[in-house]
């Protein structure tokens, strides 16, 4: 019987392992298969470059290597499909053979689509530089999130002094209405696109203080508005405090956040507001006042 290396290059058969597969690529690839049963859809749009993208984004999980079985499983494909795509890949050179392992895993070439974004990413740019120097002057991690859809997205990072590691890197998401970074930024946009994102989002807890409840997390947008900033304490980690503010783009609206997270052995809640929130709001406002070619109508 041949395993998955060769049914990855064209044989057949196989075992596959029982279980359901852990990582949340399987819930979003349902949402997607799900999608292209709808009728309506355009000639143009090519299918098989979106099962190519739900083999990659089998990766999101916590599995850094994954059989084919197990690929096929979190992407929510069949194996056939699998075993195509991931030649394809693999012969791309996204994928790797883990050698003397029937295991596949991300090469170092995805990375060249980081590099294209930030590369040409005007916020990037502008951003960096105040990140940098709060990350500094106060010895905190320092962090730039963009709203993308109802998750926030990690754009870019300056890690503080002090050695605690939290394993965010760049492109981690994060859902928006869990964050100060994507509840700041929320609290700038209109409120028919609040309710939107709110009924996107999956109001599953991150950690044992995740609030879930959508009329307080609509309160938490509220307070957020009214502030100009939001303060956040173990919304999405444990042992984390964070402080955001608004960037606003030349058209007013809401783009992304400057963050600030600091954990709760050494910070309070009110020593927080106390001092580091004046620290986002003038880094968000100093952004605010470039102009964002990228964003231009």
């Given at each position: 019987?041949?395993?998955?290396?060769?049914?990855?290059?064209?044989?057949?058969?196989?075992?596959?392992?029982?279980?359901?597969?852990?990582?949340?690529?399987?819930?979003?690839?349902?949402?997607?298969?799900?999608?292209?049963?709808?009728?309506?859809?355009?000639?143009?749009?090519?299918?098989?470059?979106?099962?190519?993208?739900?083999?990659?984004?089998?990766?999101?999980?916590?599995?850094?290597?994954?059989?084919?079985?197990?690929?096929?499983?979190?992407?929510?494909?069949?194996?056939?499909?699998?075993?195509?795509?991931?030649?394809?890949?693999?012969?791309?050179?996204?994928?790797?053979?883990?050698?003397?392992?029937?295991?596949?895993?991300?090469?170092?070439?995805?990375?060249?689509?980081?590099?294209?974004?930030?590369?040409?990413?005007?916020?990037?740019?502008?951003?960096?530089?105040?990140?940098?120097?709060?990350?500094?002057?106060?010895?905190?991690?320092?962090?730039?999130?963009?709203?993308?859809?109802?998750?926030?997205?990690?754009?870019?990072?300056?890690?503080?002094?002090?050695?605690?590691?939290?394993?965010?890197?760049?492109?981690?998401?994060?859902?928006?209405?869990?964050?100060?970074?994507?509840?700041?930024?929320?609290?700038?946009?209109?409120?028919?696109?609040?309710?939107?994102?709110?009924?996107?989002?999956?109001?599953?807890?991150?950690?044992?203080?995740?609030?879930?409840?959508?009329?307080?997390?609509?309160?938490?947008?509220?307070?957020?508005?009214?502030?100009?900033?939001?303060?956040?304490?173990?919304q999405s980690v444990m042992g984390d405090i964070?402080?955001?503010?608004?960037?606003?783009?030349?058209?007013?609206?809401?783009?992304?956040?400057?963050?600030?997270?600091?954990?709760?052995?050494?910070?309070?809640?009110?020593?927080?507001?106390?001092?580091?929130?004046?620290?986002?709001?003038?880094?968000?406002?100093?952004?605010?006042?470039?102009?964002?070619?990228?964003?231009?109508a």
């Amino acid at each position: 019987m041949m395993g998955d290396s060769d049914m990855a290059r064209g044989g057949q058969g196989g075992s596959e392992k029982s279980g359901k597969a852990k990582s949340p690529a399987k819930a979003r690839a349902a949402t997607r298969v799900a999608k292209g049963a709808e009728p309506g859809r355009s000639s143009l749009f090519v299918g098989s470059t979106e099962k190519a993208f739900q083999v990659l984004h089998a990766f999101d999980g916590p599995r850094r290597f994954m059989t084919l079985a197990d690929i096929a499983r979190a992407a929510g494909l069949d194996r056939s499909a699998t075993q195509r795509v991931v030649y394809t890949l693999e012969s791309l050179g996204y994928l790797k053979r883990i050698e003397g392992t029937r295991d596949y895993g991300l090469t170092s070439k995805v990375l060249q689509f980081s590099h294209s974004y930030l590369k040409a990413n005007e916020l990037f740019d502008k951003a960096s530089p105040y990140l940098l120097d709060m990350s500094r002057n106060l010895g905190e991690t320092c962090n730039l999130h963009e709203l993308d859809g109802h998750e926030v997205v990690f754009v870019a990072r300056f890690p503080g002094q002090h050695l605690i590691h939290i394993d965010f890197v760049i492109g981690s998401r994060l859902p928006a209405y869990f964050t100060a970074s994507g509840i700041a930024i929320l609290a700038a946009l209109p409120g028919a696109e609040q309710q939107e994102l709110l009924k996107r989002t999956r109001l599953e807890p991150l950690t044992p203080y995740t609030i879930t409840d959508p009329d307080k997390l609509m309160k938490q947008v509220h307070l957020a508005a009214k502030r100009g900033y939001s303060i956040q304490t173990n919304q999405s980690v444990m042992g984390d405090i964070s402080v955001a503010a608004p960037i606003i783009d030349e058209h007013g609206r809401a783009i992304a956040a400057v963050n600030i997270s600091v954990p709760t052995t050494r910070w309070t809640t009110e020593r927080v507001e106390a001092e580091l929130v004046q620290h986002v709001h003038v880094a968000a406002t100093s952004i605010s006042k470039s102009k964002f070619k990228r964003y231009a109508a």
